[in-house]
Structure formats: structure tokens, C-alpha cells
């Protein structure tokens, strides 16, 4: 599951739970919170807020709850001068919650859609625990990489693509392992390696794909606040 939000759409586009785009709700943490980067740095987010303490998240609020998730955690984890060179982070977290909001949305329709047609797996269950773990991790292990939903056992179960590579797609969250390539007529393409041509994280294997500078997928020095789109 590889939802990271990119700054082009801007998961605007999160790359297997999506790429989303802009605006959200109420802060989950306070708002002044530092955010130097380090371990455990600030209190733990609020779980209800966020999603995150509900035995199950419902298909339609995915996105919803992933964003809650995902800002709270830059606000916890990221300092000061990373957030600022990432623009839909925003000020604090109701900001930036404000501005992944369409995106959220998207990202639910999109995965509703898929569901219902056969081409995704769904298991509120396993979102639920994902995104528990996501908010528990510390700040070290959330900047270890790019996107913790896409390196975590259970993420990588709770929402799953049934579309093989070279099958018929129509999102990159019905690709099982890849991504769908529209430029090749909607087909479901391997994901690309380290210095691999790209435009979208969704098509990475490290679902970070530097598109400001060398259009390649690279690994991220600073995981979750890395500001290279």
C-alpha cells in the first residue's frame, strides 16, 4: 500500500494506497508543536482524531483518515525548515489537513470505485491497524522512509491491486505490485528501480520519484520530509 501524497497533483495526487492531491478538518496535535525531527519528539497524535483507534475504517473515509494520519505525523516528526519547503504541509496540521482535503476525498472515490469494480481488496480491518502503527512508530523510524504505509507488512495487506502487470487498469491502486501506465493504454506496469525515468512516485519501487530535479526514483534522505516535488 504506497499512498504518499505527491506534490504534483498535490497522494494535486498518496502510490499503492494512491496519489492524491489538495485540503481537511480539525488539528490533531497542537498546532505550536516543534516538530524537531527527533525520535518521540512531540506527544503522540490524537488516535480518535486521526482514525486511527477505531477497530475499522470504513472504504469511503480512507482518505480521509490516511491524511489525518500523515499530518499529524510531518508535525511530530518533521522540523521546521522541511515542512516549509513542502507548501501543502502548510502552517500546522489543520492547515495541511486543509490542503489534501480534495485529495482525500479522491483517494476514497477512487478506491471505492476500484472495489466495487473487482480490482481492489479492501480490509478496513488491516487499515485500521496500519494506520495505529503509522501514528505509534517513532520519529526515527518514520523518516527512515518515504512512505511507512508502503514499507509496513500489514499496509502492503490492507489494500491490495487484483490486476496484473500488462492487464487492463484504470487506477495504479488496481495494479497488483505496479502501477497503471496511461500513456501505454491503461496497462499495469512493473515499478521502476533507483534512476528509473519517472513523474509520479506511484511508479517507484521507493515510491519517491524526484520529479523537480532529475526525474528519477531515488531513495529519500529524510523519508516522510523530504521536499523533492
Known sequence: MNVRPSG???????????????????????????????ADSAAPV???????????????????????????????????????????????????????????????????????????TYDGLLVAQCLHNFTTQSCDQIRAVYDYTNSDPICKEAILGKVDLGGTCVANEGCRGGWCDAASGFKCAALKPNGGSCDDDNQCQSAACDGANTGTCIDSPDGLCTPHF
Not at 26 to 35: H, I
Not at 78 to 97: E, F, I, K, M, Q
Open 8 to 38: 504534483v497533483f498535490v497522494f494535486c495526487a498518496v502510490a499503492v494506497w494512491a496519489t492524491i492531491g489538495c485540503g481537511a478538518s480539525a488539528p490533531l496535535v497542537d498546532a505550536g508543536a516543534s516538530g524537531t525531527g527527533g
Open 46 to 120: 490524537d488516535a480518535v482524531d486521526a482514525g486511527t483507534d477505531a477497530a475499522t475504517v470504513a472504504i469511503n473515509q480512507f482518505g480521509q483518515s490516511y491524511i489525518a494520519t500523515l499530518c499529524a505525523r510531518v508535525y511530530d516528526c518533521c522540523p521546521a525548515n522541511l515542512r516549509a519547503a513542502v507548501a501543502p504541509y502548510g502552517t500546522d496540521v489543520a492547515s495541511c489537513r486543509d490542503n489534501f482535503a480534495l485529495a482525500a476525498g479522491q483517494l476514497s472515490a477512487s478506491i471505492s470505485e476500484e472495489a466495487a469494480m473487482g480490482r481492489v
